[in-house]
Each structure stands twice: as structure tokens, then as C-alpha cells.
């Protein structure tokens, strides 16, 4: 990567080979490790985008590039930083913000 990555920042990711029901091929993900995390290590963890699917609780909606979707949070997962194709766009700090909540809910005790 040119520069660091930041947590909010969306990459086309390589998710390829996946198994059973993970979302599979290229395509966006939002980065969700915290900037902590992404400057020390080689993995980050992301959360792909959709432009199908419905509305959960666990599937925030939100727009890139001119696309209205989802973030899928059911499918998050850690990729090593050679799956990072290249930046697209950033969230917006409120859905980013409804993000890491909903991440917090899901895996609060």
C-alpha cells in the first residue's frame, strides 16, 4: 500500500477462494480493525459491501461510490493486505459510527 490504511476506508478485496455460503469474489470491503491494529500488521479486518441482499439488523445500509447498499457484518473477516486491490472511498463518520456499534452489540457479553 502507497500509504497506511485507516479504519472507514473501503478497498476492492480479492475474497477468493471462499468456502460454502461466504461472500465470494472481488469486491468492496470497508476496513473495521481499529488504526491501532492496521499500522502494525500485515491482516486487517474487513467487512465486504452489497448492493443485494435485505435489510438485517446486522446489515447497515449505506452509499459508495453513488451505490446505495450494505455493509455485511455477518461476513466479517481478517485478509492479509496482499487481498487489498486498491482504495475506493471512505464511509461517511455516521455510518462508519453505526458500524462499530453494531459491531459492539454483536460481540458484547
Known sequence: MSREVRRGE???VDLNPTRGSEIRK?????IVSPDEL???????I?????????LY???IPCRFR?????V??????????????????????ATLNRVL???QEMFAP
Open 57 to 59: 439488523p446486522f446489515r
Open 38 to 44: 492496521n499500522a502494525y500488521l500485515r491482516t486487517f
Open 46 to 54: 474487513v467487512a465486504p459491501l452489497t448492493t443485494g441482499g435485505h
Open 101 to 103: 456499534a453494531v459491531l
Open 26 to 30: 472481488t469486491r468492496p470491503c470497508v
Open 10 to 12: 473501503v478497498f476492492l
Open 72 to 93: 455485511v457484518l455477518d461476513q466479517i473477516r481478517t485478509v492479509d493486505g496482499e487481498r487489498l486491490l486498491r482504495r475506493l472511498c471512505k464511509l461517511t463518520p
Open 66 to 70: 453513488e451505490q446505495a447498499g450494505y
